[in-house]
């Protein structure tokens, strides 16, 4: 068993270019490995961390004392235009009092351990003030996707949920829009559960406005009989049942406990040194475990505060994101590639805006997808331009069943290898086990979920004979012999499908390799060939990189006249047959593609939890496109190759 400390430059100074870094206080990587008779390779940090707190109330207690005055959450007014108007706030000292109050109020309804409370809505100051007012008293709470009472025409994961957990009361921001998810639940749970909306108006039965369960101030027995329950909290109380994305049948409900989340946040905070508390602007939502885990518990830790953004990484909706960076000037960054892509072209027309965005920005982060080159080094570009220095891009693995972050790239690095997710973070055992020729990534240690809830089958086959749960993921060392650099995702161990040949195709590296000799012009692909004679692809277009090859940095061509370019054709041509030059086999070689102009929906389950593409629940919404992929003649737009 050796400790490996990474090599690692003078952080200020990156000597591929000499342009500096910002002086970001980040910690370079150490790694201790172990590797085993049986072939596994046990992987754990080097760094040490600080004791974790005991709940994640505990810093909302501390800000409250020691910053009272200090916004914790900021959100615009949602006008009845559909607009979004003037920032409205929270303090933590305000924050505090009300959960408390709401805790109150969930103790007198017999909420508890078994009777928790479903939230329907996204992010927002009333879901936060109930979520923190439940975690005070012990109650757990369950928060649903929005697009399961949103775009489902029967509600059946709401019901699912409903049934599932037997909730003691339902939090909706907006009772008309949520009336039909809400109108299932009580079929399920009966009328008496009640339902709490900030206007009261919901269907017939118990309904209390939010106004009512938050109530007035707390009487001497009232606050005893919260702190008592507040007391009775610890690491093993579950605070949270999160659901994934549930693409193959319904969701299951991870237990998310007190103590996995605050010790991800300690293990974080041995990996950085940002300066707190911070400034964020995030529209990740809560019901996944990044965005309510990972980002919400890190504002909380660092008594830092959280500006929610009302825009999102998708047509017509970006905007609203663009309008609030030009007002909010983050300290730290994190979002998906494609919105990195688009944050990057906007950068380019606004220098208001790049003002603004690097004032004091001290990093980026991103999940979800490997990010392109052209992307990084586009952002560099700005971030250069208005600086004088780089930021760093930080990103790393995990999971629902992990609270979630696992492994990290806590160091300045640049993008060499797509794929990269760092190394474990202090306090995780990482162990790469051999399934056949591939390793997959085990995870142990006190960010681990103790299983599903009512549903020890599951629970009992998530974990192999050490503890280790088993992720599903493969992966492997960048480079054996120094393995400081860290690792890379080698696919999911169900992705490989075999052709009619008999021949196995192996997605993760094949994914990878295309995209890389396709670029700029592709963002992430799908890999299709189940039973099938030839492997072909649906991919996603880059279009910053598009735009790039096209000559057409302002974006005025539309996506389809874009696509069909000459330049970025010709491109995804060349790169597809250097691909196959170098890859003849049947398994490897590309025979045709088809770009994609609809992103992929996390919703609908075609993004995982995990924040990676589903490839199987991918091909299954989009089956009828599958089969013209491998029709003849194949549909227009399509690149088939020799």
Known sequence: MDSIPAPHPDSARAPETGIPWRDTGLIPPDVVVEHRPDGCILLRSGLSMEPPARSVIDWLRRWAAEAPDRPMLVQREALPDGRWGDWRGLTYAEARERADRIGRSLLALGLGPERPVMILSGNGIEHALLMLGALTVGVPVAPASPAYSLLSQD?????????????????????????????????????????????????????????ELVGGPLDAEERARVEAAHAATGPRTVAKYLFTSGSTGMPKAVINTQGMMTANQAMSAATTRFPAPGVHLDWLPWNHTFGGNQNFNANLRTGGTLYIDAG??????????????????????????????????????????????????????????????????????????????????????????TAPTATSVHWAALPEAAGTIGLPLPGVELKLAPVGTKFELRIRGPIVTPGYYKDPERTRAAFDEEGFYRTGDAGRLIDPRDPAQGLIMDGRLVEDFKLTSGTWVHVGPLRIGVLDACAPVLLDAVVCGLSRDDVRLLAWPNLMGCQKLADDPGGSLPPAMLLAHPAVQGRLRQGLRDWNARNPGLSTRVRALLLLTEPPSMDAGEITDKGYINQRATQERRAALVGALYADPAPAGTILLE
């Open 155 to 211: 509600c059946a994961r709401i019901r699912h949920i409903a049934a599932l957990l037997r909730p003691g009361l339902v939090f909706a921001d907006h009772g008309g829009r949520y009336a039909r998810a809400i109108a299932v639940a009580r079929e399920e749970l009966g009328p008496d559960v009640p339902v709490v909306v900030p206007d009261g108006a919901a269907p017939a039965g118990a309904c209390l406005r939010f106004d």
């Open 312 to 401: 999102k990484p998708l047509p017509g909706q970006f905007a609203e994101t663009v309008r609030n960076l030009r007002e909010i000037s983050p300290t730290t960054y994190g979002n998906v590639p494609v919105a990195y892509a688009m944050l990057a072209a906007a950068l380019d027309q606004d220098e208001a805006l790049r003002r603004s965005f690097f004032s004091r920005l001290e990093a980026m982060a991103y999940g979800g997808a490997v990010l392109p080159l052209e992307v990084w080094q586009k952002m560099q570009d700005h971030a250069v331009r208005t600086t004088g220095s780089r930021i760093p891009f930080l990103t790393g693995y995990g999971m629902t069943e």
